[in-house]
Nanobody, 125 residues
């Protein structure tokens, strides 16, 4: 069974920073073989792509709305992925989910096999 657990969410002021973590576990889950992604969902909105990283960290991609402000990374030895968020805006308020998929990284949430339970990020206006 694969488990992804997000942490690091919270309340932060406009312009502030947060670092989200996604810890992976699972007896048959080889973290270093999976591409990983971050997605978010605000109230009343569809889940949207935030960032993705390939299994070896060679390839990283970002949505237009976060590019230049957010940085995705991973530590395969620690079975953990990160999302460093800076210059946060009220429109970044959402539940942030991490996800894992076999093969190439992708911005398509439907292609991801495993999901965490989410962590709330709130940036009040």
């Amino acid at each position: 069974q694969v488990q992804l657990v997000e942490s690091g969410g919270g309340l932060v002021q406009v312009g502030g920073s947060l670092r989200l973590s996604c810890a992976a576990s699972g007896r048959t889950f080889t973290f270093s073989h999976y591409a990983m992604g971050w997605f978010r969902q605000a109230p009343g909105k569809e889940r949207e792509f935030v960032a993705a990283i390939s299994s070896s960290s060679t390839y990283k991609s970002y949505s237009h709305s976060v590019k230049g402000r957010f940085t995705i990374s991973r530590d395969n030895a620690k079975l953990t992925m990160y999302l460093q968020m800076s210059s946060l805006k009220p429109e970044d308020t959402a539940v942030y989910y991490c996800a894992a998929k076999a093969g190439y990284s992708s911005d398509d949430y439907a292609s991801y096999n495993y999901w965490g339970q989410g962590t709330q990020v709130t940036v009040p206006s």
